[in-house]
């Protein structure tokens, strides 16, 4: 039996909850998918909304059923996705919790742009890509993410 499920989420459709209490920095579970690479465009940003940007213009298709599928945004998020495509807790999460990604901390993609209802006091209500992210949350974000996150602050990826 896995230590997570799929089940009815307050913020969207179904979302990713963990059966168990999770410790922070644990692995809960790691995902497979196809990996593709393309330029930053603002025709390519509107499409694959499930991609996991896993690298400067490079995604990973969660493969059909993958659990990552079901992981819902809040701008206040207890888990992220490392550069081993591991979904990596944030903080202690206790057992039958939603399952929480920032999709800022797994999107590179100066085009892409989402509006969030996520509802949570500090929800950003338009979300962009990491480097649009405040330094405080990058900071809070950079133990768990893949480095080119955090290197791509330095780069000029605005348009
Ligand atoms: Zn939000």
Request: include cysteine.
């Amino acid at each position: 039996m896995e230590d997570w499920y799929i089940s009815g989420s307050a913020i969207a459709g179904r979302g990713l909850f963990t059966a168990k209490t999770i410790e922070p920095a644990e692995c809960i579970l790691r995902f497979e998918g196809e990996r593709i690479s393309h330029e930053y465009t603002p025709e390519f940003a509107k499409i694959g909304s499930n991609w996991i940007g896993v690298a400067d213009r490079e995604w990973i298709i969660p493969a059909s059923e993958s659990p990552v599928l079901f992981l819902n945004h809040c701008c206040e998020p207890n888990v992220f996705i490392n550069e081993h495509q591991e979904v990596i807790a944030a903080q202690v999460i206790s057992a039958h919790s939603e399952l929480l990604l920032d999709y800022s901390s797994t999107e590179l993609d100066p085009y892409w742009s989402m509006k969030c209802t996520c509802n949570h006091p500090n929800c950003r209500k338009l979300i962009k890509s990491f480097v649009y992210l405040s330094a405080v949350k990058q900071l809070k974000y950079k133990p768990y993410i893949s480095p080119v996150y955090w290197q791509s602050i330095n780069h000029h990826f605005i348009p």
